[in-house]
């Protein structure tokens, strides 16, 4: 008994009086004896579960004949139960259902004892981490499942004919939802199924009897529970649950796929949606059921963010805190404060609300879920990594719990004796200790628990936020007290906020809303108003905000992010009395109300964001084409929305913002430019390079204007050209069923398809509109060209003001050896030596001819101010056209003017090489800024009030007065 030196001393009685009785025992065997005396570390693991476990005791003293297989088994890790509960039962295969039924049911409870006590055994004894003991629990009931239906589809086929739909065989579908579905079963766990079948239809048979599909399998599922679930003499499997079928208890106990459908797309609950995450196909036609799990997910999971998840499941915790504050739940792990319920509940409300857009969070495990929900940056780390930390202790203890005595419990038990063994079995000292680590783990799951789906009485505290106005909203008060209440909160234009509330409200979308819809709406609405009440400007910002009221009032779950998320509505306020452009874009696109949660102070670095683009796009199914287009509209759109939401409040200027801009516009064109190529390769093979070389693109993607030069704005069109370095004379390399192209068409679509994916405008707008005139010979010339015929038209044929467009022109996307060799290129044509005088003509010459055909014709203010900073003189162009001319007049004697593409940098430069004073490098670089600035505001804020116009004139005037003195003596019709 040396063993029994690791039993705790206050334990030493339950072991000595277990072995005493072993020793008694008809099957302690010899062999047995001999087992326990040479392999004390068999003996002490025996000890230690017949002091945690009263039924492991139990049976293994009725039956110790299973030790001597525990202790051959017991380090197993290639379980194969399936497979070998297969052999054990296919003899039954023979038999029917009227003698062979109470043989199955034997045979399956004789196969379970062993293993369930061997799973028992790894677990108490620590052999192997509780993941592992969940998963061999849900492996063991997936083979039960299986293999019983196997058998019990056989014998009823035989009995009452086959179930067929249209000449095709029908197969039972049995779901696993709940902690089955999820792969991680209990160690005493009811198993929740849902039965149903592929297609109505008729049973084939030789009989008189008529039987429908739905009537066959109802039966099957009768047996199937009563194989699993029934009790006999040689114990129980698993106990099942059918309630969470439609209609719960009181409905059909299977359904076809078509009435499942109907059902959860008419009358699901969200508790339903909620427990469709972990729904699992685990026995029966397992290809056919992963077919409608695909069809339930536009149920599960919605297009739109799906904020209304958080207040569903918090009701649903509140009926759970009920049940805690009247004493029923004090002591329990799953159902209480901080229990497991509130890490599933965490994980599982950031699935529906972010699922519907990202893919990789449709998984029905907790701990891949969590996993990804840091991979995409739903949930920090930290947070997830102590949400997993808790979860398994509490699963760990929970273990503990119903491997005592083999009941389904979660309570903490109150007998001294049993806490005592617990601990024990728990590796804590004592139950004190055990109480301690238990209550830091939930007071951790609760805190994160309430920081994402927040607390009753916060959300409470937001929605009264509005009472004041509620009586206005629901027109409660006459004309004369609505008005008077819009004055005194400062709304500038009362009248005109009364009637866009007013008008509204008359409006059929308003007027038609379903029940649920206006109460939310109700319920937002006096919060909102009270919010804009606050702002600098009410009526202007009530305007603008009613465009996104309007877009979303039957989608409500947006109405609810704003309302869970005080944050994100004060930001919507600000931004859109900031911005109308903002405003404007949050209407067309609510998806975009998701990026309110958080605004960058710094632009991302551009490797983060080429690797967010790619994590999103890995999620898509390669041929899912729109979908990829919406992905890639999305990751621009939210971007642009966050950039803005920055640059009005202040926290990013212009040089970054331009940056930001920059890298959105590359990242996605690089994106783009792979999407086309597998596209193409996919469909004709890959083209041949010039040195004979293939597998890899030769292409490359040029940025000119303001994409080459950094200075990216908020609807700037993306001026490309496309290079590449096909050998002209071979075709594709195919392989079986690709159709050969010429090397040179393949780029030719490659092109194409580029531009196609840029363009292509649906209901989630474009990426972009890509320019191509600037390529070799405009509008007539070939969409894509080799390196080698771009530098020949450079050197032989192209205008000067080609050469002015290609000192912004660098590599944005493609090949980097090409890109390189395009850049050698540009250095080359550029740094040819020029007549500066002709030069100079040629300059102003193109200036005053495109001032000419560019002569404002605007009627609005706004659009002649914004011509004027970037048309009139001494406005952005002309700084433009002076920056080129000092590239292309002296990059032949100073080299280092071609470093970079971006005016700003060029300037410094030309500084540096004497070629403007320090003063005039100062006025150029203040006034680009300035003007670009001013700029933007008219973009993102529509204001024809710019401040000081004073300032900007002078910008101007100190350009002009530069211009003049280099270009002055060349004509007079320069600015």
């Known amino acids: 008994m040396q063993a029994a030196e690791l039993i705790p001393e206050h334990l030493q009685g339950i072991v000595s009086r277990h072995w005493e009785r072993l020793e008694e025992q008809p099957g302690f065997s010899p062999q047995l004896a001999e087992l326990l005396t040479q392999d004390l570390d068999f003996r002490g693991e025996l000890l230690r579960c017949w002091c945690a476990s009263d039924f492991v005791a139990a049976t293994t003293l009725a039956r110790p004949e299973l030790l001597l297989q525990v202790a051959t088994r017991r380090h197993e890790t290639r379980l194969d139960v399936e497979n070998r509960l297969r052999r054990v039962l296919e003899p039954l295969l023979e038999q029917d259902y009227r003698g062979g039924a109470e043989l199955l049911k034997r045979e399956l409870r004789r196969f379970h004892r062993l293993e369930y006590l ?71 766990s009811d198993i929740d199924l849902i039965f149903c079948f592929p297609q109505a239809g008729q049973v084939q048979n030789d009989t008189s009897e008529a039987l429908t599909n739905q009537q066959f ?135 529906l609300v972010y699922g519907g857009r990202d893919k990789s969070l449709r998984y029905p495990s907790l701990i891949r879920t969590l996993d990804n929900l840091v991979a995409g940056s739903y949930l920090p780390a930290e947070v997830a990594g102590e949400l997993q930390e808790s979860y398994w202790y509490l ?58 789906l927040g607390t009753d009485e916060e959300v409470e505290k937001t929605r009264h936020q509005g009472d004041d106005w509620a009586p206005f909203w629901r027109q409660e008060l006459n004309e004369e007290d609505a008005l008077s209440l819009l004055e005194e909160r400062g709304f500038e234009d009362p009248a005109a906020s009364l009637e866009l509330i007013a008008g509204f409200r008359r409006e059929k979308k308003f007027l038609t809303l379903p029940a649920a819809s206006r109460e939310r709406l109700n319920i937002f609405m006096p919060v909102l108003i009270d919010a804009v009440a606050d702002s600098e400007k009410p009526s202007l910002c009530l305007a603008r905000v009613m465009l996104l009221v309007e877009a979303v009032c039957r989608r409500t779950s947006y109405l609810i992010l704003l309302l869970e998320n005080p944050q994100a509505l004060e930001q919507l306020v600000q931004y859109c009395t900031a911005s109308p452009l903002i405003a404007e874009s949050l209407s067309k696109y609510p998806i975009l109300l998701d990026e309110l949660l958080s605004v960058l102070d710094a632009p991302p670095e551009k490797s983060r964001l080429a690797d967010e683009l790619q ?26 929305l966050q950039v803005a939401a920055a640059e009005v409040s202040g926290k990013m200027h212009l040089m970054k913002v331009s940056d930001y801009l920059t890298y959105i516009a590359e990242v996605t064109l690089d994106a783009v430019l792979s999407l086309s190529w597998q596209y193409l390769v996919e469909k004709h093979g890959f083209p041949v390079h010039r040195d004979g070389r293939y597998g890899k693109p030769s292409f490359g993607i040029i940025g000119y204007g303001k994409l080459g030069g950094l200075e990216l704005s908020y609807s700037s069109d993306l001026d490309l050209v496309f290079l590449h370095e096909a050998d002209l004379e071979q075709d594709t390399v195919v392989s079986e069923g690709q159709v050969s192209l010429n090397s040179r068409a393949f780029y030719i679509k490659l092109a194409q398809r580029i531009i196609l994916l840029l363009g292509t405008y649906t209901m989630s707008g474009k990426l972009y509109e890509a320019d191509m005139r600037l390529r070799p010979s405009g509008e007539s010339g070939l969409l894509v060209s080799t390196v080698e015929s771009f530098r020949e038209y450079q050197e032989s044929r192209a205008w000067t003001w ?79 056209f002076l920056v080129q001319y000092l590239v292309l007049a002296y990059a032949g004697d100073h080299p280092t003017l071609l470093t970079y593409t971006d005016n700003f940098r060029i300037l410094e430069t030309a500084r540096e090489c004497q070629l403007l004073e320090e003063s005039e490098m100062n006025t150029l670089i203040a006034a680009y800024l300035d003007l670009r600035a001013a700029s933007h505001r008219i973009a993102l804020q529509q204001l024809d009030d710019l401040g000081s116009a004073t300032v900007l004139e002078q910008h101007q005037e100190a350009v002009t007065a530069i211009w003049k003195r280099i270009f002055g003596s060349v004509t007079d019709s320069s600015p």
């Not at 994590?615 to 971007?639: A, G, P, T, V, W």
């Not at 609005?860 to 004027?868: I, K, N, T, V």
């Open 615 to 640: 994590m999103q796009l890995l999620r898509i199914d390669e041929e899912n084409f729109e979908e990829e287009l919406d992905c890639l509209r999305y990751f621009k759109q939210s971007h642009h």
């Open 118 to 188: 061997l799973i028992l055994w790894r677990d108490l004894c620590g052999l192997v981490p509780p993941d592992e003991i969940c998963r061999q629990l849900t492996e063991l009931a997936d083979a039960a499942l299986q293999t019983s239906l196997d058998v019990l589809h056989a014998w009823s086929c035989r009995e009452w004919g086959r179930p067929l739909a249209a000449t095709i065989p029908q197969q039972l579908v049995v779901l696993g939802m709940g902690k089955l579905g999820a792969r991680e079963l209990n160690v005493s």
């Open 395 to 452: 699963r760990n203890l929970e273990h503990k719990l119903q491997a005592f005595a083999n009941q389904q419990t979660q309570t903490l038990p109150g007998a001294v004796d049993q806490q005592q063994r617990i601990a024990f079995a728990m590796g804590h000292r004592d139950w004190n200790e055990l109480l301690d680590t238990l209550e830091r783990n939930r007071q951790s799951v609760s805190a994160h628990f309430q920081e994402v």
């Open 802 to 880: 080609e050469h002015q467009a290609l000192v912004r022109a660098r590599g944005v996307a493609g090949n980097a050896e090409l890109l390189q060799k395009f850049s050698a290129v540009r250095s080359e044509i550029l740094s040819h030596h020029r007549d500066r005088e002709e030069l100079a003509e040629e300059v102003v010459s193109m200036r005053d001819r495109m001032r000419r055909e560019l002569k404002s014709s605007s009627t609005s203010e706004l659009e002649r101010l914004a011509f004027q900073l970037k048309q009139g003189q001494g406005g952005i162009v002309d700084i433009e």
């Open 217 to 351: 399998f109802t039966r099957l599922g009768q047996r199937l529970i009563d194989a699993i679930d029934a009790t006999t003499p040689d114990g129980f499997l698993f106990r099942v649950d059918m309630r969470l079928r439609p209609y719960g208890s009181e409905g059909a106990l299977v359904a076809s796929f078509d009435a499942m459908e109907d059902y959860y797309q008419n009358q699901g609950r969200d508790w339903e949606r909620y427990a469709l995450i972990k729904a699992r196909v685990v026995a029966g036609d397992r290809e056919r059921g992963a077919e409608l799990l695909e069809r339930l997910k536009p149920f599960v999971y919605r297009r739109y963010l799906d904020f209304a998840m958080f207040e569903s499941l918090r009701t649903m915790k509140s009926q759970i805190n009920k049940q805690a504050r009247r004493g029923r739940l004090a002591g329990d792990i799953k159902l209480g404060p901080g229990g497991i319920r509130e890490v599933e509940f965490t994980a599982q409300a950031l699935q």
